[in-house]
């Protein structure tokens, strides 16, 4: 051992209190003992060590309110990493055990669609109806309009039940617009969804990614 290295050391030692003591080396690297933690060793690593100077404890530095805040938003990070990965695996195991073709998917998808697609040719019949219905109300709203009394020449005004079949037709009518749009919005959801499994289903089951199930 280098005679420089040993004084060293055993300055070290003889610094040390022979009850125990505690060490840390603060930012600019200088080393602080003390029977109680040194002022100097807030925020940085401790060390307890006992009367022969041998580490028996290693103390961590308390943490900031930010830095707790960052290890919480890191540990959430994490969990959610997690979720997702299993949500994954959950959604690739689902694929490979519902799909053994890849034309399943289309008879899938047209099952799938079918009840809707019903759904929108009924309101589509019904507002050919209702638009019928109003044209007809609208007729003879301008007959009632253009009609007028030969004696007193007043305005023959139309029956109050026509004025409220046209508003209820109105309605009606804005409903079902409103359906259809958002029956197609579904379909256009439904018809991504499938591709976006097509897509994985043929990554799963080509390949070297193809589970040992899917390969046989």
Known sequence: MPAAVAAMLIATLLAVPARGAYRCTDAQ???????????QCAGVRLYELNASGVVIRMIEPSLTPEQVAER????????????AAADARRRDNALITTYTTEKEFDLALTRDLKVIQARITGARERLNTIDARRAEIIGELEFYSAGRGRSSGKRREPPAELTAEQDRLREEKA???????????????????????RKRWLELTQGDKAPPAARR
């Open 29 to 39: 690297g200088i080393t602080h003992f003390g029977d109680t933690p040194p002022a």
């Open 175 to 197: 409903r079902l617009v409103a359906s259809i749009e958002r029956d197609e919005a579904a379909i256009a959801e439904i018809r991504q969804r499938y591709d976006r499994d």
């Open 72 to 83: 919480e938003r890191e540990r959430a990070r994490a969990q959610e990493a997690a979720r």
